[in-house]
């Protein structure tokens, strides 16, 4: 039972390049996520999806983009990678969301440094 | 501006001691709390606390809400090395989560 995946595990990237965080879950859940986590910070939330087809902006959206492939699956982008953006990224997972306050079940987190 | 407040930040105990990790809120429409563990990586789920004054229990672990005051504790007895950790404190409105900056507990054997 595989729950959350979440590739590549580490990344270094430099200024201005791009790349997309993968993120999948075998739980049929509706919603997903991405936060941010920084040190002395609480985890910040970048974008969710309440469901297939649908994201919404959360804490911190700038610089960020996303996909909701399909309901497996949350790709997060970053079109032009920023030092400001050096961060541990988790996505997560609920089983329904829609503005309800269930456990979220988390991926292993992407390390991610920008030169 | 809503906020969630953790204390101690850090926390070093001997294997056996109890431990009461503290958090505070203040969340516009405040539904429930939720506590995380997170060893190395993941947060996983340990509470959801909606009602005041009721204690949820797992193991040596306990928790308890006070809407009044606002705050929650959790509690650990008889410490193992294996609950080292960062408690994460999360305070939950309507489509919304908080997150505390959480505690760092170091259990010594």
């Known amino acids: 039972n595989a729950g959350v995946t979440q590739t590549p595990k580490f990344q270094v990237l430099k200024t201005g390049q791009s790349m997309t965080l993968q993120c999948a879950q075998d739980?049929?859940?509706?919603?997903m996520y991405w936060y941010r986590q920084d040190p002395g910070m609480g985890l910040r939330l970048i974008y969710y999806?309440?469901?297939?087809?649908?994201?919404d902006k959360g804490e911190v959206p700038n610089g960020y983009n996303v996909s909701r492939l399909n309901k497996r699956e949350f790709s997060l982008r970053l079109e032009s990678a920023a030092p400001s953006q050096t961060s541990v990224y988790f996505c997560?997972?609920?089983?329904?969301?829609?503005?309800?306050?269930?456990?979220?079940?988390f991926g292993s987190g992407t390390q991610l440094s920008v030169l | 501006e809503d906020k969630v407040v953790q204390s101690p930040l850090s926390l070093v105990v001997h294997e056996g001691d109890t431990v009461t990790l503290n958090c505070s809120y203040e969340v516009t429409n405040f539904r429930s709390l939720l506590w995380y563990k997170q060893e190395k990586k993941a947060p996983t789920f340990l509470f959801m606390l909606?009602?005041?004054?009721i204690e949820k229990k797992s193991g040596r672990l306990s928790s308890i809400l006070d809407k009044k005051e606002p705050f929650s504790i959790l509690n650990i007895t008889a410490t193992q090395t294996g609950d080292s950790a960062v408690y994460l404190c999360v305070g939950g409105s309507q489509g919304n989560l908080i997150f505390g900056k959480g505690t760092k507990l170091s259990v010594k054997p």
């Open positions: 999806s309440a469901s297939e087809g649908t994201t």
């Open positions: 997560a997972s609920s089983e329904h969301g829609q503005g309800r306050i269930e456990k979220l079940f």
């Open positions: 739980m049929n859940h509706n919603s």
């Open positions: 909606t009602s005041s004054g």
